[in-house]
Nanobody, 119 residues
């Protein structure tokens, strides 16, 4: 079975930085796109950033210039470097990935890590 486990969340002041990590484990042949989503209280889950298997990236307008997504294919890990954090970045951050294993492509979610930005 495949698992995605996030880490790195916590409490930070406005203007601070955090680095989130998401490690994939289990029966994995190949990882396609990897994503970070977030969900703030009372709001819908939104896509924050995407990185393809080739390293191309895309970001939500709200985080462009402040967040950077990267991946280490050997470690099966995706990262989200978050700088210049704002109170509106407060949310549970979820890792999501399209993973080939046992000849099947399945989309997986992590359980999330909470980021709280104080004003």
């Amino acid at each position: 079975q495949v698992q995605l486990v996030e880490s790195g969340g916590g409490l930070v002041q406005t203007g601070g930085s955090l680095r989130l990590s998401c490690a994939a484990s289990g029966v994995i042949d190949y990882i396609n796109n990897m994503h970070w989503y977030r969900q703030a209280p009372g709001q819908q889950r939104e896509l924050v950033a995407t990185i393809t298997s080739g390293g191309s990236t895309n970001y939500a307008d709200s985080v462009k210039g402040r967040f950077t997504i990267s991946r280490d294919n050997a470690e099966k890990t995706v990262y989200l470097q978050m700088n210049s954090l704002k109170p509106e970045d407060t949310a549970v951050y979820y890792c999501n990935a399209d993973i080939w294993g046992n000849k099947r492509l399945i989309n997986y979610w992590g359980k999330g890590t909470l980021v709280t930005v104080s004003s």
